[in-house]
């Protein structure tokens, strides 16, 4: 006579099945990236722009392989560029250029070229995609006088909107469109002639000026300004 083993129930097996340790790949996984280039000026008195490309594809594994080119493109075609590789599935570049009397007026363009790369998979899940961002300048060469006085003299006051910040306040001699009133750390002329940014990134807009040579100290106010 055979004997049989007793069998256990169908759904038992499935729930030891389930339990037993297992190897879990990622071909069912859709890898995923956060692709982005955004824009920024120096936040003291120089007039530096700042182009940063990020790509992000952070995972659960912590293996992908990511990389970014970013560019920053002035409006009369100055530029630089930058090149970074994040093996730990974040690269970010950042590129500057400061801006000079001798800039165009126009639209300043930055953009990105994105690549990220899966080896658990082998998919090349972002390839040469591009973000970019595009924003005005707007330049003025125009006199300017100091109105942040003390017996007579340029001074530093707290910054209207930065109270921490102390600064030289000028206003133009000659009122115009853009930038009639400069805030400053380091120009601390009664008058001064200077090539003047209007950088405008989103909803903020804010003014800064050419140092010297560009800039040079005058003995009083002066008619017309050079750019209005």
């Known amino acids: 006579m055979k004997h049989h083993a007793a069998q256990a129930p169908n759904w038992w097996n499935q729930l030891l099945a389930y339990l037993r340790p297992r190897t879990v790949y990622a071909q069912g996984m859709t890898p995923y990236a956060s692709l982005y280039t955004s824009m920024s000026v120096d936040d003291g008195d120089a007039p530096t722009i700042y182009a940063t490309g990020t790509t992000n594809a952070q995972s659960g594994c912590n293996c992908h ?43 300043m363009q930055a953009s990105s070229t994105h690549n990220a790369y899966c080896p658990i998979n082998q998919t090349q899940f972002v390839s040469g995609e591009q973000t970019s961002q595009s924003n005005p300048l707007q330049k003025t060469r125009a006199y300017y006088k100091c109105v942040s006085l003390n017996n007579g003299q340029c001074v530093k006051q707290p910054h209207p909107f930065f109270p921490a910040i102390q600064v030289y306040t000028h206003d133009r001699c000659n009122s115009g469109t853009i930038c009639n009133r400069l805030w400053s750390r380091n120009n601390n002329w009664l008058f001064t002639l200077q090539t003047v940014w209007q950088i405008s990134i989103g909803s903020n807009t804010t003014c800064r000026a050419v140092p010297p040579p560009d800039a ?5 106010c002066a008619s017309p300004d050079p750019i209005p």
């Open 65 to 107: 392989d990511v990389s970014v080119y970013t560019t920053l493109t002035l409006p009369g075609g100055r530029m630089d560029g930058d090149t970074r590789y994040g093996y730990y599935e974040v690269a970010q570049a950042t590129v500057a250029l400061t801006l000079t009397g001798s800039d165009s007026d126009g639209f």
């Open 216 to 220: 040079q100290q005058r003995i009083a």
